[in-house]
């Protein structure tokens, strides 16, 4: 649905973007993350055919960003940070002006319309001037405004920037409920939480070049090793005569129980067990340590500013 290989923007001598490569697949929602000037929204109006990249090449929904602006612009719903509500229309009017911008039929515009404000929750607002909005339902709005015409691609910017921890999960659910096998989403955010619970696949951007990307799961093992483990037991441990299965090896022990590191969980930790049941060990509990996104972010900015990646 989206794909782009060595997509690269200069401004002059200033390099804002350089070499991104990124595939994007039906139903998939990737999140983009970065600093600030890290080439985020450049990339964003590149997909968007508001840029035109120095270099390489882009495809949206199969349309060339480049040779077919159009029908590109046409295919994508683009959420910006700052969502440029008209706060005295009410939210019919404001859906009805940007159906006439996508040049809907007058019947479509108000089927579309009417489908979008239940679906979001806002019918019973939708006389009210949009000014008169919670930051939550503007958002909302904004959403709706970003799929009147359809769109099979989603491009949403900081879609829960400033706003308060209730709107947020208003919105991050309303995200989760557009994923479909028909539409694909990429988020630019700043929100690792939002990134974790939302996203497919994650890609880093660092100084307008993407570090790394991929599932979680493959940044994890990429950057943070395989996976750890902790066990807790009541009444201690004895190592001598422990086996451990090929690919696994102790980290550390205490009088309480021990964590190690594992390539196959799958196959390594029945065979763990196994030996603590035989050793009539007591197993208070077995559990992976966590690995967040935020220390697979850290550690990626970590690598990068050492010239480690």
């Known amino acids: 649905m989206i794909e782009c290989e060595d997509l690269t923007k200069h401004f002059n001598h200033f390099k804002a973007v350089e070499g991104v490569s990124l595939l994007v697949r039906p139903g998939e929602v990737l999140a983009l993350l970065g600093q600030n000037g890290a080439g ?12 035109s990249p120095t270099r390489g090449w882009a495809t949206v929904a199969g349309y060339d960003v480049v ?12 959420l910006t940070e700052m969502h440029g509500l008209y706060g005295r229309m009410t939210a019919h009017e404001y859906l009805d002006f940007f159906g006439q911008v996508y040049d809907l039929d007058p019947a479509r515009r108000k089927r579309r319309a ?10 019973e607002a939708a006389g009210r001037r949009s000014g008169e909005y ?19 691609v989603l491009l949403l910017d900081e879609p829960t920037s400033a706003m308060d921890p209730e709107s947020a999960q208003l919105v991050r659910h309303e995200i989760a409920r557009l994923r479909s096998s028909q539409r694909s989403i990429i988020i630019c955010t700043h929100n690792l939480v939002e990134a974790e619970m939302l996203a497919d696949k ?5 100084h307008g070049r993407i570090l790394v990307s991929g599932s979680l799961e493959d940044l994890r093992r ?12 009541s009444g201690g441990w004895q190592a001598d005569g422990w086996q451990w299965p090929a690919g696994a090896r ?5 009088e309480q129980g021990f964590s190690y590191q594992v390539e196959n969980p799958r196959v390594a930790n029945p065979l763990i067990l196994q030996q603590l049941h035989q050793r009539n060990a007591q197993v208070v509990a077995l559990q992976e340590k966590p690995r967040s996104l935020e220390m697979i972010y850290l550690k990626a900015m970590t690598q990068a500013a050492a010239g480690a990646l």
């Not at 009417?114 to 019918?123: K, V």
């Not at 994650?202 to 660092?206: D, E, G």
Request: with cysteine; net charge positive.
């Open 67 to 78: 040779r077919h602006p159009a029908e590109v612009r046409a295919s994508v719903g683009v």
């Open 134 to 152: 919670s930051k939550g339902m503007r958002q909302k709005l904004a959403l709706a405004r970003a799929l009147i015409h359809e769109p099979p």
């Open 40 to 51: 985020k929204t450049t990339t964003v109006r590149m997909l968007t055919s508001m840029l």
């Open 202 to 206: 994650i890609a880093i951007i660092y």
């Open 222 to 233: 990429t950057l943070l090793g395989p996976a750890e483990y902790e066990v807790c037991l």
């Open 114 to 123: 009417t489908q979008l404000l239940e679906y979001f929750g806002l019918a």
């Open 250 to 254: 102790l980290l550390e022990a205490g």
